[in-house]
């Protein structure tokens, strides 16, 4: 049974960071990548991050380049986003996401599994 759990969303000030995690289980063979997407009331999900479990490479949308860190361990079956210098537009609601085979993509499409999301609020 695969299940995604993302985890460490909360309440920052501009400027400030927040780690999230998302736990895997159920993802036995590592041939997909994971995502990260958000989405704010309103408007449409869209792709934040990908890494790719077996290659460790990386993706990232031009506007959190240099802000975001996307990581994981393969021990823990966890993927993180580290964000820092947070802004209120990076306020959403954020989810991990899975995509077979291990070529990386930031359409929401391709990616069939999904944890149920953890808010994201930063203030001004």
């Known amino acids: 049974q695969v299940q995604l759990v993302e985890s460490g969303g909360g309440l920052a000030q501009a400027g400030g960071s927040l780690r999230l995690s998302c736990a895997a289980s159920g993802l036995t063979d590592r041939n997909y990548n994971m995502g990260w997407f958000r989405q704010a009331p309103g408007k449409e999900r869209m792709f934040v991050a990908a890494?790719?479990?077996?290659?460790?490479?990386?993706y990232y949308t031009d506007s959190v380049k240099g802000r975001f860190t996307i990581s994981r361990d393969n021990a823990k079956n966890t993927v993180y986003l580290q964000m820092s210098s947070l802004k209120p537009d990076d306020t959403a609601v954020y989810y991990c996401?899975?995509?077979?085979?291990?070529?990386?993509?930031?359409?929401?499409?391709?990616?069939?599994?999904w944890g149920q999301g953890t808010q994201v609020t930063v203030s001004s």
């Open positions: 890494i790719s479990w077996i290659a460790n490479i990386t």
């Open positions: 996401a899975a995509k077979l085979g291990s070529a990386l993509s930031r359409v929401s499409a391709t990616y069939v599994y």
